[in-house]
Every structure is written in structure tokens, then in C-alpha cells.
């Protein structure tokens, strides 16, 4: 595998009951990249999230990580490896802090995960690093609030802080601005492009206008097959997909009307 790519994946299929979800699937997502994976409702974007994190055995295929073949793995091995998909970590508990949210996800490196009849003073050698990731999302100010009172746009930027927390080598955003207006999604975009200066993100997004300004390389998604690949300008133009969406969207109107 060339070292420039951080993930990929060589012929995955995953059938479900004969149902193809995903089919002959070569992905490769290059090192320091966004990396968009698209596609219309129902054309296994999720279904390849859940076997990239291992939620879900592949049927045929191999997936690897930094050179690593990761097939066979499980979530926790392929989390510690660095893969991390924002809901994994990414419920925020409502009635605590901001801060103590990050902090969670901080207690990870510090072993002491599951340790939580331990004195609170042991965890506050996190604070400074919390803050640190705080003010990288954006939230510092919101820092003593608790959870539940943040606007929903400021919770999507407080589950990439804990995502964040986790160190991750590759970041698996699913669906980042979903449910959210306008403002929300543009600064929740901005948001991604800055935390990805000098990452890896593969994102699952719905809204093409993020897409189309963050991401370096779009693959699209139907019937669970790849139909197109490269940049935003040659995908938004090819022939096939415009024929993908413009159909679910005309599918869409006839279920409306019927």
C-alpha cells in the first residue's frame, strides 16, 4: 500500500440475507485529506462506515490501515490504531460540563478510563488540554455550561472535541451537519476544514455545498457500488451521478404525489 494512503479498502462486499449493500468496494483515502464519501439515500455509505469501524463484518474483502490489513480486527483495536468515528465517543452526557465531556474522552490517555471512584483532583492535570481543545472547536467560552444547554450547532462542534480528544490517526464524520440551518452548517464547515490542517477526516455528508468546499476527493456511492471518483468539479458533472440524484429526487416527488 503506497504510504501516501492512510486507509483502503480492496474489494469489500458485505451481503445481508443476498441483499448486495456493499459491492466490490476499492476505496483509498490519502494521508492529511477530507475525504467525502456520497451518494443517494440507500447507497451504502453507512453500511461502509459500519464495516470500516468494524460495527459490521465485511462478506468479502480487505480493509487496511497505515499498511496494517485491519479486516479481521475489532472496534477497540482498530479505535486504539487511531480510527475514530465521531458517535462512537460523540454522546455527549447532557448534564455535564462541557469541559468534563472532553475530559471523558481525555481520561483514555491516561489509562484510567474505567476508574471513576477515582479523586476528581486526579483528573484536573486534563483541564489545560481540555481548554486546548476547546478553544480549537471554538467552545472555550462554553466550557462550565452544561451539555444540554448548547445550541445543536455548538453540540456537533462539542462531539468533534471529544473526538478530537481520542488522538485520531483518521476521523469518520457521519453526516456532520445534518438537521442544522444555514449558519450551523457553515460553522460547523469551517469548523472541519480547520481541525483537518493536519488530519485525516472521510466524512459521509448529504449537503453538497459542504462537500463541493471542503472536500479534496469526493467518491460516490450507488446501489453500493463506487460510479464516480476525483474532485468536486469532475463528480458535480459526470453523467451518472447527476442521473443518481436527479432520480431519487424524482422518485422522491412521485412518492410525495402518490
Not at 28 to 55: D, E, M, Q, W, Y
Not at 202 to 226: C, K, P, W, Y
Not at 244 to 257: F, I, K, P, T, V
Request: aromatic share 6%; charged share 20%; hydrophobic share 40%.
Amino acid at each position: 500500500m503506497s504510504s501516501d494512503n492512510i486507509l483502503e479498502t480492496r474489494g469489500l462486499v458485505k451481503e445481508f440475507k443476498g441483499f448486495v449493500a456493499v459491492n466490490e468496494v476499492n476505496l483509498k483515502v490519502r494521508r492529511g485529506s477530507i475525504h467525502a464519501l456520497i451518494g443517494p439515500n440507500g447507497a451504502g455509505k453507512t453500511t461502509c462506515f459500519n464495516l470500516l469501524t468494524k460495527f459490521l463484518d465485511p462478506t468479502r474483502g480487505q480493509i487496511l490501515f497505515d499498511g496494517v490489513d485491519i479486516t479481521k480486527e475489532k472496534p477497540a483495536q482498530i479505535a486504539r490504531r487511531g480510527v475514530v468515528r465521531s458517535f462512537q465517543i460523540s454522546s455527549t452526557f447532557a448534564h455535564m460540563s462541557v469541559l468534563e465531556n472532553v475530559r471523558v474522552a481525555l481520561q483514555q490517555t491516561l489509562g484510567t478510563a474505567y476508574q471513576f471512584w477515582k479523586s476528581e483532583s486526579t483528573l484536573n492535570q486534563l483541564n489545560m488540554r481540555c481548554m486546548e481543545l476547546l478553544d480549537e472547536v471554538g467552545l472555550t467560552e462554553y466550557s462550565h455550561l452544561p451539555a444540554v444547554e448548547l445550541p445543536y450547532g455548538r453540540k456537533r462542534a462539542l462531539e468533534i472535541a471529544t473526538t478530537l480528544a481520542m488522538e485520531p490517526k483518521l476521523m469518520l464524520l457521519d453526516e456532520p451537519t445534518q438537521g442544522m440551518g444555514h449558519e450551523d452548517v457553515d460553522m460547523v464547515t469551517q469548523l472541519i476544514k480547520k481541525v483537518a490542517a493536519n488530519r485525516t477526516v472521510l466524512m459521509v455528508e448529504h449537503n453538497m455545498s459542504v462537500v463541493g468546499s471542503i472536500a479534496d476527493m469526493i467518491t460516490v456511492l450507488q446501489f453500493g457500488q463506487v460510479i464516480a471518483e476525483g474532485p468536486y468539479a469532475e463528480v458535480s458533472r459526470n453523467p451518472q451521478v447527476l442521473e443518481a440524484y436527479m432520480g431519487s429526487a424524482e422518485e422522491a416527488l412521485q412518492g410525495a404525489h402518490g
